[in-house]
Structures are given as structure tokens and as C-alpha cells.
């Protein structure tokens, strides 16, 4: 079984998002070619093809489609499980005296 970079994953989904490698290196702070290099290591791990780059656009392949919406679910769901976690331990609980 093969682990995938959660980061790379986060990656995938602000480029297509921001629909540009460009864009979504503004929006990451990052530089395009970082970004451009997260995203081909993240379809080399997968072994599919996700995005089909042209000159001018970025078009999500079928795999890419489905791959992007479960990520996006994944993403949204690790970030509530960060939120009550971490929001559980600096509200005080139970019966203060």
C-alpha cells in the first residue's frame, strides 16, 4: 500500500480550485514549479493521470473528477476533526467551584 502526501493532496485541490498552477501558487505561497511538482508526484503515487494540461487551460481527466471530490470531502472532514480537537482542550468543561 502506497501513502499519499496529505500536502500534495491539499495541493491538487487549490490548483483545480484556482483552476491554474499559477493562481494556486499565489494562494499557497509557494512557487509554480513547487506546485507543479507536488502535483505530478501525487498522480506518479496514484498512477493515473488527473489533470490534462494544455498551453492555455487545465482540464480535470474522469479519475481527476472523482479524485478531486472525495479530497475535497477528506480535506473538509480533517479540518472539522483539527477544529474539536483542538477546540476541546481550551474550553474549560465540567463543573467549576
Do not use: C, Y
Request: negative net charge; proline residues 2%; glycine residues 6%.
Amino acid at each position: 500500500m502506497t501513502t499519499i502526501d496529505l500536502s500534495n493532496i491539499a495541493v491538487f485541490v487549490q490548483v483545480v480550485e484556482s483552476e491554474s498552477f499559477t493562481a494556486a501558487a499565489q494562494e499557497l505561497g509557494l512557487p509554480k514549479s513547487s506546485v507543479s511538482r507536488s502535483v505530478a508526484r501525487l498522480e506518479e503515487e496514484l498512477g493515473v493521470r488527473l489533470l490534462q494540461r494544455t498551453t492555455r487551460a487545465l482540464h480535470l481527466t474522469a479519475e481527476g473528477e472523482v479524485f478531486h471530490a472525495a479530497a475535497r470531502r477528506i480535506l473538509a472532514e480533517i479540518e472539522t476533526l483539527e477544529n474539536q480537537v483542538s477546540g476541546q482542550g481550551s474550553t474549560p468543561q465540567g463543573l467549576l467551584r
